[in-house]
Every structure is written in structure tokens, then in C-alpha cells.
């Protein structure tokens, strides 16, 4: 499996970004994709998931940015989105998609998550 997010650049305070996880194949119908994100000195960490199509689609997001970025999924393209809104200068950092089979179980923790993809840098600045 491939994934490969896209979508970073560069934003000002509290506009939005969408972040892309293009995977390879119907992989969705397996495959449960989160989004991570890890800034210079700092751990990685879970942002949000959704579960595979066979597993319903549900979806996790993390109390630190729930409200401001949601998880999608647009099963013909096999890309995963996280849409950003309300950026703040600490959201800042290198955004990380990674696959698990199924389900969002133990969502955050990015030992659970086999395959990953290339970062995408999202950095937010006046």
C-alpha cells in the first residue's frame, strides 16, 4: 500500500488547509487511514481517523482540534482529506497520513499503524 499526503504550504492565523492521503487500490475498503502530525522537537502525534468502508467509516478526532479539523473520505479518488480550519501558529508542523487495517482502535497511537506515508509540512504564520 501506498499513501501519499499532500496539501501543505504555507497559511496565515485562522485560515484553512486541506491535507490529501491518496492511497493505492481499494485499499479503503480495509484500510483505516489517520493523520498524524509531528513539529521539530517535538513527539509525534494522533490527530484523527477514519475506519475502513467495511468498518462503517467511522471517524476519531482528537479533543485538541476537534472543532477545528475533520476527517473525510472520498472512497472513487481513494484519498483520505483532513480539512483545517482555524489554524493557529502551533499547529505548525510536519502532517503524516498511515494506514491500519479496519478499524480506528487505539487511533493515536502511531506504533499501531503500519504503513505511512511522506510528510506533507503545513506551517502557520503572519
Known amino acids: 500500500v501506498q499513501l501519499q499526503a499532500s496539501g501543505g504550504g504555507l497559511v496565515q492565523p485562522g485560515g484553512s488547509l486541506r491535507l490529501s492521503c491518496a492511497t493505492s487500490?481499494?485499499?479503503?475498503?480495509?484500510?483505516?487511514i489517520g493523520w498524524f502530525r509531528q513539529a521539530p522537537g517535538k513527539r509525534r502525534v494522533g490527530l484523527a481517523c477514519?475506519?475502513?468502508?467495511?468498518?462503517?467509516?467511522?471517524?476519531e478526532v482528537s479533543e485538541f482540534v476537534k472543532g477545528r479539523f475533520t476527517i473525510s473520505r472520498d472512497n472513487a479518488k481513494s484519498t483520505v482529506y483532513l480539512q483545517m480550519d482555524s489554524l493557529k501558529p502551533e499547529d505548525s508542523a510536519m502532517y503524516h497520513c498511515?494506514?491500519?487495517?479496519?478499524?480506528?482502535?487505539?487511533?493515536?497511537?502511531?506504533?499501531?499503524?503500519?504503513?505511512w506515508g511522506q510528510g506533507t509540512l503545513v506551517t502557520v504564520s503572519s
Open positions: 498511515a494506514a491500519k487495517w479496519h478499524t480506528c482502535h487505539s487511533y493515536n497511537d502511531d506504533s499501531a499503524y503500519p504503513m
Open positions: 487500490g481499494s485499499t479503503l475498503n480495509i484500510l483505516a
Open positions: 477514519i475506519s475502513s468502508s467495511a468498518s462503517g467509516g467511522t471517524t
